[in-house]
Structure formats: C-alpha cells, structure tokens
C-alpha cells in the first residue's frame, strides 16, 4: 500500500502528480483534481514540510502517520525501500494478516520474459529508455529529433534505444541496437504490448507522460529525465563519465574507432563543459545536474 508523490520542476513553476499501488479488491484512493497538482503553494508547503531541495534530486519515505522514516539524496532500487518498509511496525501486521488470508505476489511466466529481455543487456549494452503516452506526443516528438543523425555516437557508447509509445492493449515498442563499430545499419526489434507493461512498470515509468531513462550496463538507472534533451551532449557526458566508459574510450582511442567531427565534438568525451552553441538556459541546467549526473558508475 504505497502512494508516490512526484515533483517536478523549480520553485516558481512546479507540478506534480500522484500514483497509487494497492491490492485490486481494495476500495480505491481518493482521485486529486488537476488545480491541486497544478497548485504551487500547495507543492511548494509539501517541500517545506519535509526538507526537500528543489535543485536536485531528493526523496523522503514516510509511515502512515506521514512523518518521514527515511530520507534518500540518490536514487535507490525498490527492493531496499521495500525491505525498510517491512521493518516498520504497521507494515509487520499487514504482512501477518496477508500470511493468514494467503496474499502473496504471484512471480508469472511473464515476470521471466521480463528478466529475459533485460539480461540481454546487462554488461553489453546501456539502455536509453523513452516512454509517451502516444507518438504524436510533443516532447516525444523533440526527443526523437535530437536523436536524428546520432547512430555513430550512441553505437560507440553502445547505447540502445527503446521507444515505447501507447497506453493498454495500444501499447507497443520497438528495439533499437545500434552498431558497436559505429558503422552499418540499426537493427530493430518489435516488442508487444505486454512486454512493454512489464518495463515500465519495473523502471516505474508512466504511461501518461513522457519520460526517458538511462540504464547503465550494471542494469541500474543512471538518470532519468522527465523533459526531452535538445541535445544529446548532456546524456552523453554523464556516460562518457562512468569508469567502464572509459575503458572503452581508451580501447577504441587505440583502434582509431571515431565519429565524423560533429557538434558534439566528434569522439566526445567532453570533460563536464557546455558546449559552444547551448543556450545560455542549457547552460544553466547543465551546470545545476553536473555534479548529479556525474556521481553514479557504471
């Protein structure tokens, strides 16, 4: 019985919304009316109240009394808020009652299907996970425009892509592996409208807003952005950060492996600088994520 509260934006232009997780049989939550996502005193009192910065990433876990039991600077996998969350003492007597009534989660052959798909990438590819609840969807549309003409630089990283557009029975997916060597085609994969259910509900993706994740080749997520990138220079520093990458860089550098020069700089690894031609806002954001993009390993 979890409820997720996501903010999003600065101080003076914030929004959030709500996701509630509970058993089918159980009488549903409360639905917030859109004023009261869109209301930025309220979002801006629920900050105060418990010491969130709005500059960075930031996540408080709370009891059903409301008050915080844990705070989180870096994101953290599920699996350890869930372990906490069974410590607390009004958890332990859900979990007694649910062992009598016999209410397990019940592991499917599609949760294997899953697991399946991802190890296919774990230690060979990163992932760059995008999600709109349609394809006409505008940010949707801006982010598929930066990755026009970058098939060069997301194979030498060894990035995949995999889009994700729809919601229900609609859903569908399609696989992009770009070419390690940075030359031939991009091979492309269909996937189905269950399997991309089951991602996005284990990277806890919405199917009603846009969103882009990246996965490390650890099978962690390294970033997640809830806005398109214009440019693909931020995704690609954060990468070219990581201590695999390097290897890598170092191997291909003594292979002559490369990108045509472009305004990315070519091969890229572009030590943590803005690069000429950013609006002075990018410039500004990029400066404020530096030192959070730059803080995870692959």
Known sequence: KI???????????????IDHFQLDNE????????????????ITELRKEYGMTYNDFFMVLTDLDMRVKQYYEVPISMKSVFDLVDTFQSRIKEMEKQKRDGITC???????????????????????VISAPNDEEWAYQQ???????????MG????????????GVDANGVLELYPINGSSSVEREDLTSG???????????????FSMLL???????????????????????????MQLRRQEMAIQQSLGMRCPEDEYGGYGYHHGYPHQG?????????????????????
């Not at 019940?106 to 760059?128: A, P, V």
């Not at 030498?156 to 919601?167: E, Q, S, T």
Request: net charge neutral; glycine share 6%; aromatic share 12%.
């Open 3 to 17: 409820s997720i509260v996501t903010i999003f934006g600065p101080l003076t232009n914030s929004t959030m919304k």
């Open 27 to 42: 009488k549903p939550m409360k639905v917030i009316g859109e004023d009261d996502l869109l209301d930025v005193d309220l």
């Open 106 to 128: 019940k592991r499917e052959d599609k949760t294997r299907s899953l697991e399946n798909f991802l190890s296919r990438f774990r230690w060979r590819r990163r992932l760059l």
């Open 143 to 153: 982010q598929l425009y930066a990755l026009t003409g970058q098939a060069c630089n």
């Open 156 to 167: 030498l990283r060894h990035l995949a892509v995999l889009k994700m557009v729809g919601m």
């Open 195 to 209: 399997l991309v259910k089951d991602i996005r509900n284990y990277f806890q993706v919405s199917p009603e807003y």
């Open 215 to 241: 996965v490390g080749k650890d099978g962690n997520v390294k970033s997640w952005y809830p806005s398109p990138m214009w440019s693909m220079a931020i995704v690609y520093d954060l990468i070219d950060s």
């Open 278 to 298: 950013y609006e002075e806002g990018y410039q500004d954001d990029y400066r404020h994520h530096e030192g959070y993009y730059h803080r995870y390993q692959d």
